[in-house]
């Protein structure tokens, strides 16, 4: 939660995390953080609000030093528009 508010009010975390690993926010997460932000519901509400929502994980490397245990091995080409 920490770490949520503090990107959405912009605050610049720096180099504090190298990976950061966390749920792709809807519209269910977005109420819930509001609601913590205006105070309205605590930390551990919030949280717990959060773990009943299936949600799908997505992976922040923040830092260049995170992205050096990153290994291009191949891809799979879908299809779709060339150039563009």
């Excluded at 770490?3 to 997460?29: L, Q, S, W």
């Amino acid at each position: 939660m920490d770490f949520i508010t503090a990107n959405r009010r912009g605050k610049d975390i720096g180099d504090e995390y190298d990976i950061v690993i966390g749920p792709v926010a809807d519209d269910n997460v977005y109420s819930t953080v509001k609601l913590f932000e205006t105070g309205i519901l605590n930390k551990e509400e919030a949280i717990r609000r959060l773990k009943v929502v299936e949600l799908f994980d997505q992976i922040l490397f923040h830092t260049n030093q995170a992205l050096e245990f990153c290994l291009f091995s191949n891809y799979k080409d879908l299809g779709g528009e060339k150039d563009g």
